[in-house]
C-alpha cells in the first residue's frame, strides 16, 4: 500500500544521504522523496512516498524514528490529509494543437507561465493522479520534457507536524 | 600492571568528580585535576585550545583509560598533544582494525565507552571492519578519524575517503567537524550517543586544518539534542500485562539477549527467574547475562543451541524476549518459528527491534534494566502465582528433552577432540576467565562448553561474525583488567586475520592466552562443505600453516604444541601457572579435524528440526 512519510529533521549536510542511505541499506522502495528548510531554517521537512506492507511501513517509520538526525515522523496516510505536487510540463503548440493545448491546461487549471511561437511551458499542481491524468490527456507526441516535485503532503484540520 | 591500576584509580576519582561537573582552572588556563570543587565553575574552560588539544581534553574529561590507534598525516597533531598528556594510554596497534576491535572489546567487559584514534583514508578503511562489528553488537565505542584539511575535501586528496559516507551505514551516527568551534560539543555528543539508548559506535571525522585552530575550549557537563532522546522507562500499562500474561503461563520460556549484558541487568533477570521459576536460554551475545551453571539455565538457543533450548523455544505457551532481537540465526525459519501458538513479551531499548522478524504480543520499550526492576515489583505486588501444576509439568518435559545430553562427545581415542580443550580450559580457570573468541566452529564449541556465570566474560563477534576480532578483543579486555585471566579461543584460520597484534602484545606486556583450537581447516566452512555441498571442501583447507610455536617465539612469547588428549589439561595448567602469569602463551592444539558443531538447526529450517550429534 502507498504511504506518505513526512518528517522533520536537523538541517545538517549529510541528513538527506542518511535517510536516502537507510532506504537503500534496508531495501525499502521508494517512489518520491521531497525535502526544503521549513520556516526555522534549523529544520528540513521531508515527504516520502513509499509502499509496503504494514509490517514494512512500520519498520520504516520505526527505522527513520532511529536515526539521530530525525527529530518527528508521521505517517500522513494514517489520517486525513492533503496532498500536492508541482509539475512542470514543456508542450509543443503550434497549429491547431496551440489552442486544444491551451484549453486542456484550462481545465486542469494548469497555468501557462512561459510561451514561445512553438511551445508552452505548462505549471500544475495536484495529486500525483490528476498530473498522470493531465499527461494522458494530452497527446505524448506533444510533450517535450516534464519535470515534477514528488508529492508533498500535510495533515488535515489540527493534525500537525511540528516541533 | 602498576600504571594501570594507577590510571584506573584516577579514573574512578575523575569519574565522581565529572558527576557534580566542576573543574579547578590553573593560573595558564588548564585543567588543575588536583583541585576540584562541587561548586565553583560550572564548565572546565581552557582558554584558547588548538582542535588537537581539545581532542585530547575531552578524551581526559570523559575518563578514559586507553585510546587504541594507529597514526597517520591527518592525525599528528593530535598525537602530538598525545605525547604531552599523561590522563590516559595510548596503545599502539599494528592494524587500524584491531585498535577499534580492541576498544570494542574493553567497552564490552567493561561497559564504558571504547575509544580508538586512525589517521585519514586508509586508516578509515581498515577501521570499517571494526566499527561495523561493534555496530552489529551495539557496543559503545567513539572513533576519532583523521580527515584531510577542509580546503583538499572532495579533491581526492592524498589519503583521503569520505570517511561520513563510508562508514554511514555501520554507525549510530557519525560527525564531520568543519569548525574548531563546534569539536567540544560534538565529542561530548559523540560519547553521550554512543553510550545511551541502544549502544553502538559514533565516528567524529575531524580534518587536518580544524586540529591546528584555535579557539576556546569549553567542556560541556551534556548537550541536549532535540532530535535524540532514547525511552528509558517502560509503558507502564504494557508492564501490568506482561506481568499477568506470565502468571498464567502454563508453558513459560525466558528468552535473554545481549541486551541483558550490556544493560547491566543480569541481577534482575536472575531475580525474575527466580521468582517466576521459569527456565531460561541465552543467545550467543546473551551468555553470562543468566548463569549457565544455575538449574533453570537450557544453555543457548540457535542454530547450535542445546536441544532443551530450542525445543522449549519452540514449544512454549509465554514467550519473555529480554533484550533479543529473534534474529536468523536464533529462530531459524520465522514461519516455522509461527507454526506454534505463542503469546510474546518483547523487552527491548530499540523499537525498531520490535516485531522486526517475529510479531509479538506485548511490545515494552524501554531500558531493559529499568523494565526488568518495575515488572519485579509487580509480580512482587501479584497475589497470583504462577501455575505450579502446569510448570511442573512443564519443568518435566524440559527435562526429558535436556536428557538428551545434545553435547556429549567422546573424549576417546588418540586426537584431541577441540570441545575436551574447552571443557578443560573452564576447568583450569575455574569458569572465572575473560573468553574472548574468533568466528566459526571453535567459537561454538567455546559458547556451549564454557559455562558464563557471570555478564561481560564472553566476547566476541555475534552479529557481523568477524574473523580476526579473538586476539585484539583479548588485548582490550587484559589491559582493563590486568589481573584477570583472559583466554582468546581460536582457530588456526582467524587467528591469522589479526596475528600481527602478538606484536603489540609483547610492547604493552599483555598476558593473554591464546587457546588455539587447530585442525588445518576453516572448520565451519568444512562442515557446511560436508553437509551441503557433497563434501567437496572448496578452498577450506589452509596448507603451509606457519610453526605457531615458532612463531610466537618470534613475536617474544612463548609458544606450545599439544598434540595428544593427555597432554591438554596440563599445557592449560602450566598457560595459567603463576610463574607465566606476565607471559603470552600461544598454545597450538591439534584437533580432529572431521569434528561438527551438533545440535545444528540448518539454514531456513525450523528449531525444532535440529540435526544431533547421534544422527550422523
Known sequence: MRHIISLLMENEAGALSRVAGLFSARAYNIESLTVAPTEDATLSRMTIVTTGSEEIIEQITKQLNKLVDVIKVMDLTEGSHIERELMLVKVKAVGMGREEMKRTADIFRGRIIDVTEATYTIEMTGTGSKLDAFLEAIDSA???ETVRTGASGIGRGERSLKV | MPQTAVLQAERAKSAADRRIGRVFLTETGQTDYSRRSTNELIYCQIMDATGAEIVVRCLAEEGVEFVFGYPGGAVLNIYDEIFKQNKFKHVLVRHEQAAVHAADAYARATGRVGVALVTSGPGVTNAVTGIATAYMDSIPIVVVTGQVPTPAIGLDAFQEVDTVGITRPCV??????????DLAATMKKAFIIAATGRPGPVVVDVPKDVTAHITDFVYPDTVEMRSYNPVVKGHSGQMKRAVQMLLEARRPMIYAGGGVVLGDASAQLLELARLLGFPVTNTLMGLGGHPATDKQNLGM????????????????????????????RVIGNPAHFAREQRRIIHIDVDPSSISKRVKVDVPIVGDVKNVLNDMLALLKQAKEKPDAPALNAWWTQVELWRSKNCLKYNQNGAIIKPQYVVEKLWEVTQGDAYITSDVGQHQMWAAQY?????????????????????????????LAFPDAQVACITGESSIQMC???LSTCKQYRIPVKVVTLNNRYMGMVRQWQEF???????????ESLPDFVKLAEAYGHIGMRIDKPEDVEGALKEAFSPALKERLVFMDFQTDQTENVFPMVEGGKGLSEMILAEEL
Open chain 1, 142 to 144: 506533444f510533450i517535450i
Open chain 2, 172 to 181: 549510530k551516527h557519525n560527525f564531520l567537524v568543519k569548525d574548531v568551534k
Open chain 2, 499 to 501: 596475528i600481527q597484534e
Open chain 2, 450 to 478: 564454557y559455562k558464563f556465570d557471570k555478564p561481560r566474560r564472553w566476547i566476541n563477534s555475534g552479529g557481523l561474525g568477524t574473523m580476526g576480532v579473538g586476539l585484539p578483543y583479548a588485548m582490550g579486555v587484559q
Open chain 2, 532 to 542: 551441503f555441498y557433497g563434501s567437496r571442501y572448496a578452498e577450506s583447507y589452509m
Open chain 2, 301 to 328: 538457543l540457535g542454530m547450535h543451541g542445546t536441544y532443551e533450548a530450542n525445543m522449549a523455544m519452540q514449544h512454549c505457551d509465554v514467550l519473555l524476549a529480554v533484550g533479543a532481537r529473534f534474529d536468523d
